[in-house]
């Protein structure tokens, strides 16, 4: 029996995102690369079709100008979730319907990683700048 080594024991699925796009449920455990200057949105599955342990994370290629990268929720699902910032440590936010990375503060880097457990889905949010993610 041959072995695969560890290069391959952590691999990620990749996506690079350059228009809106509505997620699949196929697409559980991608890291989307948001990489358009202009912005977009991305629609993310409902919460009763993605199921308990969905996840994905959106990473900021391309800092967004002349518009957000919006990470917009199904129907009237809602997220929870906490934003990390360099500047002013953490806020957190409760039944929001999405997600901003926002134009002119969102930098190459910011990060989101969204998981679903069946009944809502939470957020954790990293940016440089105290007004770089909105969870609005």
């Known amino acids: ?9 952590d691999r ?12 699949e449920v196929a697409d559980c455990g991608t890291l989307f690369v948001l990489n358009l200057a202009g912005g977009f949105t991305v629609t993310l599955p409902s919460i009763a079709t993605a199921g308990n342990g969905w996840w994905c994370k959106f990473i900021v290629r ?4 002349g518009g957000d990268y919006v990470i917009d929720l199904n129907g009237s699902d809602a997220i929870t979730g906490v934003v990390v ?5 953490a806020t957190d936010s409760t039944g929001t319907a999405e997600v901003q990375f926002k134009d002119g503060a969102a930098v190459q880097g910011d990060q989101l990683e969204i998981v679903c457990d069946g009944n809502r889905w939470y957020a954790v949010a990293h940016c440089n700048a105290a007004t770089g993610i909105d969870m609005a």
């Open 1 to 9: 029996m041959s072995k695969s080594g560890r290069a391959f024991a």
């Open 85 to 89: 910032t360099g500047a002013t440590g």
């Open 62 to 65: 391309t800092a967004p100008s």
């Open 12 to 23: 990620k699925k990749v996506e690079v995102l350059t228009a809106a796009k509505t997620v």
